[in-house]
C-alpha cells in the first residue's frame, strides 16, 4: 500500500534533483535507501511532505526549522524506546542530543553517563566540559555543533555500583539506527567520533586508537576524523595526548576551512 506512494515520492526527488534549479539536500545514497527501504522515509520524516520538504530545502530558511522538526519527531520516538527493555527500565531519561541541526561539525561519543542520564544532555560530567573546552579553543560554541551519542540510554549497572560501563555490541547495534538518522537529516560536513568504542558502534570496525586517530576515514561519504573520548585526557594528562587530539582537531578545522591561528597551531607543543 505504501510503495506506490513512495515511488511517486522518490520520482518527484529525481525530477527536482535532475530539472530543479534548486540543489536537494537529499543524497543519491538516500535516495537509494528509499528505494530499498520504504521504512526509511518513514523513520525518518513524521509526514511524506516532510521528507518531501527536507529533500529539496536549500539554504531557505525553512530548512532549518525543518530539520528541527525532524530531529524532534525522532527525539519523541527515542523518548519511549524500549528496544533495550533493561536500559528502558533503568535509564532516568533518554539523551538524544543537543546542538544546531544545521552543524558542519557533529561529535559522536559512545554512550551517556550518570551524569547524562540525570540532566538529559550529552557530555555534561567532567568529560563533557573538558569537551565544550576543545570546542572552545577551535573557536566553536557548543551551540554551534552537533553532540550525540551511539546509544541513547545510559548502560545500566548493578545495583549500589559507581561509575559508568561501555555499552555492548548489541546494545549498539540496537540503538544505532537513531543515530544513522540523526546523521541522515543534519547532513554534518565533518564527523568526529570519539574513542574506540563509538567507532566500532558507526563502522562496526573493531581497532586500537593507535591504529585509528590521527587520520581521515569516512562514513557514507562523510569525512570522519578519529581521535579520542575526552575521558581518555582525563585519565591520562600528558601533554603529547592533549597534542594528539589537537592536532586531531586542528586538521577537522582545517577541513572545514576554518582560519588557524599560530597559538592555536602550536598548543601543547
Ligand atoms: S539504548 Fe536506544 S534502542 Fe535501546 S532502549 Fe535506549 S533508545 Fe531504545
Known amino acids: 500500500m505504501m510503495q506506490p506512494a513512495l515511488d511517486l515520492v522518490i520520482a518527484a526527488l529525481e525530477t527536482i534533483r535532475e530539472e530543479g534549479d534548486r540543489t536537494p539536500r537529499a543524497s543519491r545514497t538516500a535516495l537509494a535507501r528509499l528505494q530499498t527501504d520504504p521504512f526509511f522515509a518513514l523513520r525518518t520524516a513524521r509526514t511524506t511532505q516532510e521528507a518531501i520538504e527536507s529533500a529539496v530545502a536549500t539554504g531557505d530558511p525553512g530548512a532549518r526549522n525543518n530539520k528541527a522538526d525532524l530531529l524532534s519527531a525522532v527525539r519523541e520516538r527515542v523518548g519511549v524506546c524500549t528496544r533495550c527493555a533493561h536500559l528502558a527500565c ?99 560536513s565533518v564527523l568526529v567520533a570519539l574513542g574506540a568504542v563509538a567507532v566500532e558502534g558507526l563502522l562496526g570496525t573493531r581497532a586500537t586508537m593507535r591504529e585509528l586517530r590521527g587520520r581521515w576515514h569516512t562514513y557514507n561519504s562523510i569525512p570522519l576524523m578519529i581521535t579520542y573520548h575526552p575521558a581518555y585526557l582525563l585519565r591520562n594528562q600528558a601533554s603529547s595526548e592533549k597534542r594528539k587530539v589537537w592536532e586531531d582537531m586542528l586538521q577537522v578545522m582545517e577541513r572545514l576551512e576554518r582560519p588557524i591561528s599560530e597559538r592555536q597551531r602550536n598548543y601543547f607543543l
Open 90 to 188: 533503568s535509564r532516568t531519561q533518554t539523551v538524544f542530543g543537543v546542538g544546531n541541526p544545521d552543524a558542519d561539525l557533529m561529535f559522536i561519543g559512545e554512550a551517556p553517563g550518570a551524569d547524562e542520564d540525570r540532566q538529559g544532555e550529552p557530555f555534561v560530567g567532567r568529560a563533557g566540559q573538558l569537551l565544550t573546552r576543545i570546542l572552545k579553543a577551535m573557536n566553536f560554541a557548543r551551540e554551534d555543533v552537533y553532540i550525540a551519542n551511539i546509544l541513547k540510554c545510559r548502560p545500566d549497572m548493578p545495583a549500589g555500583s559507581f561509575g559508568n560501563r561501555p555499552p555492548t555490541p548489541t546494545e549498539m547495534q540496537t540503538c544505532r539506527p537513531y543515530l544513522i538518522e540523526q546523521i541522515d537529516i543534519i547532513q554534518p
